[in-house]
């Protein structure tokens, strides 16, 4: 008391703030979290990953796993055999390296899976050490939106020489009588059609990733 005049006690102290670190966790949060309306969650390592992430690397895993396929049963196409022509035993020797078109399934199948892999490791560093998206520019966007178109138009041109040749081995040439030579090479025939079916469905999962970054593009 002083001067006879009753000392208001002082005001308790303010609940202390969010530490600047934590406003900043919490904003980048709720920034992830409404980025264009996208349920996100939060992986083992700390990254945020949204629907839309989770389909590209479905996508990217699917392109590589088919263009693996396709070129792994290409390159194992090789036989020999023998085959009866008009009374003749003739030898017969196939592999893939003899034909144009199977080389250049093979290269394009190779380049396919060499472009996945290096898609999918980009996405796994910033996911891991960067924590940030699988897309993060639209720069990036277009980037990968044209190897996807590239690659699509690729994988079609590859299986429809690659089947071009195949039905040739399997019907002759026309007006010409040859024999059915995949009724003796028919391990080397079994091999070209499986990688040439996994080529195509690689084409599907690239134009599917492609349409996929359209829909990126067109969000962002």
């Given at each position: ?95 893939w390296s003899f034909f ?48 996807d178109q590239i690659l ?53 999962m690239y134009a599917a ?12």
């Open positions: 008391m002083m001067n006879g005049h009753k000392t208001e006690p002082a005001p308790p102290p303010p609940p202390p703030s969010a530490t600047p670190r934590q406003l900043t966790e919490a904003k980048v949060m709720a920034e992830e979290n409404g980025r264009q309306g996208e349920p996100c969650v939060r992986s083992k390592t700390g990254g945020i990953l949204t629907k839309g992430d989770v389909v590209v690397l479905t996508l990217r895993l699917l392109c590589m796993a088919t263009s693996v396929t396709a070129m792994s049963f290409m390159v194992t196409a090789r036989q020999v055999s023998a085959a009866s022509f008009y009374g003749f035993q003739l030898q017969l020797h196939s592999k144009y078109s199977f080389e250049y399934l093979v290269g394009v199948t190779a380049t396919a899976t060499a472009y996945s892999l290096l898609q999918l490791l980009i996405a796994g560093s910033r996911l891991l050490v960067k924590k940030s998206p699988v897309i993060p520019s639209r720069n990036q966007a277009w980037l990968v939106f044209a190897g699509a138009y690729a994988m079609m041109s590859a299986g429809s020489a690659a089947s071009g040749v195949a039905n040739l081995n399997r019907t002759g040439i026309r007006h010409t009588a040859l024999p059915n030579f995949c009724k003796s090479l028919d391990s080397f025939c079994d091999h070209v059609t499986v990688s040439i079916a996994f080529t195509f469905f690689s084409c599907v990733a492609a349409v996929q970054d359209v829909i990126w593009l067109s969000t962002h």
